[in-house]
């Protein structure tokens, strides 16, 4: 195992959604151990498929969450908390990264009628679709052959890409929900994006709710309200929903004892640090370590 990997903190926004510049952005991420084993809360301007493709996921979208198995997906709209993280040894799945100008320039009734509002929230896609619906067979193959082209790269590849994106869009279409254009409050209501950041390079740092106001400049009330509707979760609960991330990804590696890993992330308190590992992800640090065995 590499020291890298092992004793740096995970990079969390960067590396999930760093998309290569140009005229093709798009990126595939296969989650796996060890490399990534987790897709940490975070958030980004892009569009995302997530696919669940060995075992089971907890996956996180806005303030919903869902266990995935295998075959079963996730659609992530822009800017939408998301995360996943393994509920069982050698889960795998693979996620689909676009920005928006792959759907856009058009100028059609495609783009007027489906496309700008899909941007926009006026149509809001489900997030989670399950192996006992019938699109959900139909849509995945869609993922799995955006997947295979970006991986193989054959002479046209791009328009299989831009195919799948299309066809896997208009096939959730139907099941969507159609909402009021975001008036200007609600875009205001992105003022949390610093904090968030802030927290995914600090998470294991006291911080206070006037601390976290200042930061998003507003008032300690105010912010917790605006926390609470953006991510679903108080400050504390978000905190320690991104420690037990980072436990998680360091009782994978079998380098530390429980004690040290809770220490690491930020509890002082080895109790505490049980009960809400155990609330995060229905079981002990210790079964979770036994769980997931290190592989070389």
Same mark, same amino acid.
């Given at each position: 195992?590499?020291?890298?990997?092992?004793?740096?903190?995970?990079?969390?926004?960067?590396?999930?959604? *760093?998309?290569?510049?140009?005229?093709?952005?798009?990126?595939?991420?296969?989650?796996?151990?060890? !490399?990534?084993?987790?897709?940490?809360?975070?958030?980004? !301007? =892009?569009?995302?498929?997530?696919?669940?493709?060995?075992?089971?996921?907890?996956?996180?979208?806005?303030?919903?969450?869902?266990?995935?198995?295998?075959?079963?997906?996730? +659609?992530?709209? /822009?800017?939408?908390?998301?995360?996943? %993280?393994?509920?069982?040894?050698?889960?795998?799945?693979?996620?689909?990264?676009?920005?928006?100008?792959?759907?856009?320039?058009?100028? !059609?009734?495609?783009?007027?009628? =489906?496309?700008?509002?899909?941007?926009?929230?006026?149509? /809001?896609?489900?997030?989670?679709?399950?192996? !006992?619906?019938?699109?959900?067979?139909?849509?995945?193959?869609?993922?799995?052959?955006?997947?295979?082209?970006?991986?193989?790269?054959?002479?046209?590849? *791009?328009?299989?890409?831009?195919?799948?994106?299309?066809?896997?869009?208009?096939?959730?279409?139907?099941?969507?929900?159609?909402?009021?254009?975001?008036?200007?409050?609600?875009?205001?209501?992105?003022?949390?994006?610093?904090?968030?950041?802030?927290?995914?390079?600090?998470?294991?740092?006291?911080?206070?709710?006037? *601390?976290?106001?200042?930061?998003?400049?507003?008032?300690?009330?105010? +912010?917790? =309200?605006?926390?609470?509707?953006?991510?679903?979760?108080?400050?504390?609960?978000?905190?320690?929903?991104?420690?037990?991330? *980072?436990?998680?990804?360091?009782?994978?590696?079998?380098?530390?004892?429980?004690?040290?890993?809770? &220490? /690491?992330?930020? +509890?002082?308190?080895?109790? %505490?640090?049980?009960?809400? +590992?155990?609330?995060?992800?229905?079981?002990?640090?210790?079964?979770?370590?036994?769980? &997931?065995?290190?592989?070389?």
């Amino acid at each position: 195992m590499s020291v890298a990997f092992e004793d740096k903190p995970y990079p969390w926004k960067k590396e999930h959604t *760093e998309i290569p510049e140009g005229l093709f952005p798009i990126n595939v991420f296969h989650i796996c151990f060890p !490399d990534r084993s987790i897709i940490p809360p975070h958030w980004h !301007d =892009h569009l995302e498929w997530i696919l669940i493709t060995k075992g089971s996921f907890r996956v996180q979208v806005g303030p919903s969450s869902r266990e995935l198995v295998e075959g079963e997906l996730a +659609f992530v709209g /822009r800017p939408q908390i998301h995360a996943a %993280y393994p509920t069982e040894e050698g889960s795998e799945l693979y996620a689909v990264v676009y920005n928006e100008a792959l759907l856009n320039g058009m100028r !059609d009734l495609t783009e007027l009628q =489906h496309i700008r509002p899909l941007l926009s929230g006026e149509i /809001r896609l489900p997030a989670f679709y399950s192996s !006992d619906q019938p699109v959900t067979r139909r849509i995945r193959a869609c993922i799995e052959q955006i997947v295979y082209s970006y991986q193989n790269k054959s002479p046209g590849y *791009e328009l299989c890409i831009k195919g799948g994106l299309f066809s896997s869009l208009g096939l959730a279409y139907p099941l969507a929900e159609f909402k009021a254009p975001p008036s200007k409050k609600d875009r205001q209501e992105t003022g949390i994006q610093p904090l968030l950041i802030h927290l995914s390079n600090h998470f294991h740092e006291p911080l206070t709710v006037e *601390e976290a106001a200042r930061i998003c400049c507003v008032t300690p009330n105010y +912010f917790c =309200h605006l926390f609470k509707k953006n991510t679903g979760k108080t400050l504390i609960e978000y905190v320690n929903m991104l420690r037990v991330y *980072e436990a998680c990804r360091l009782l994978q590696l079998h380098q530390y004892p429980v004690q040290e890993v809770a &220490f /690491r992330v930020g +509890f002082s308190n080895l109790t %505490y640090f049980g009960r809400i +590992f155990k609330q995060n992800t229905s079981m002990t640090p210790s079964v979770y370590a036994t769980r &997931f065995k290190t592989r070389t």
